[in-house]
């Protein structure tokens, strides 16, 4: 996919356990990472996200919603915790356990 006058290329990104769906998109100049998630159509395929709220990042870091996107730029929606790190940590701990030490399917 390339630029035109005016037009920038970006990704919107979504991943939940199960499924993972990138979309890559051809936005006006100036197009905010809210428009492209909109623009992105994921709804269908994840309908446990409301893509109009749900929290927003680009590479990694969080964003607001009229943030600025450039050319190259992956926009990553953001899935709730299913639950408070800092909770599975005192629960291990309870235990005698740390995160680097339990096992892969050990849901503390």
């Known amino acids: 996919m390339h630029e035109g006058p005016g037009e920038i290329i970006v990704e919107v990104a979504c991943g939940w356990p199960d499924r993972q769906r990138v979309v890559s998109l051809r936005m006006p100049a100036g197009a ?3 428009e492209a998630v909109l623009a992105a159509g994921l709804a269908a395929e994840f309908p446990d996200l409301d893509p109009a709220v749900a929290p927003l990042a680009v590479f990694g870091a969080e ?3 009229s943030y600025k996107l450039r050319s190259g730029d992956r926009v990553d929606l953001l899935r709730p ?4 790190p800092r ?3 005192r629960e291990l701990a309870a ?3 740390t995160i680097a030490a339990r096992p892969a399917d050990d849901d503390a």
């Open 32 to 34: 905010t990472a809210r």
């Open 63 to 65: 964003v607001v919603d």
């Open 81 to 84: 915790l299913l639950r408070d």
């Open 87 to 89: 909770d599975a940590r």
């Open 95 to 97: 235990r005698g356990k």
